[in-house]
Nanobody, 124 residues
């Protein structure tokens, strides 16, 4: 069974950091792209950034996170991490990871497998 599960969300003060995890089962994560998406209260879900297969780099969909958010892989744990630094209140959202493609795309419906999401709240 192909599954991805997010974890690591929580409450953090502005300027703080969080590391989200996307753990995969049922497939080898390193062979596929992992996209991160977020949905803030009252807004539509948007793409944040994406890491492709092993030879691919990072694609940024949201300019506001460039320089603050980075992706890394731990193939031994079949897990992708989203490191979020210098967090702002506008980063508050439910964060999702999605997969099922070899390369990153800008269309959410082209990712067939999605996690349940993890809540990130940035507030003082």
């Amino acid at each position: 069974q192909v599954q991805v599960v997010e974890s690591g969300g929580g409450l953090v003060q502005p300027g703080g950091s969080l590391r989200l995890s996307c753990a995969a089962s049922g497939f080898t994560l390193g062979n596929y792209a992992i996209g991160w998406f977020r949905q803030a209260p009252g807004k539509e879900r948007e793409g944040v950034l994406c890491i492709g297969s092993s030879r691919a780099g990072t694609t940024y969909y949201a300019d506001s996170v460039k320089g603050r958010f980075t992706i890394s892989r731990d193939n031994a744990k079949n897990t992708v991490y989203l490191q979020m630094n210098s967090l702002k209140p506008e980063d508050t959202a439910v964060y999702y990871c999605a997969t099922g493609r070899y390369d990153c795309v800008d269309s959410q419906r082209r990712y067939p497998y999605w996690g349940q999401g993890t809540q990130v709240t940035v507030s003082s």
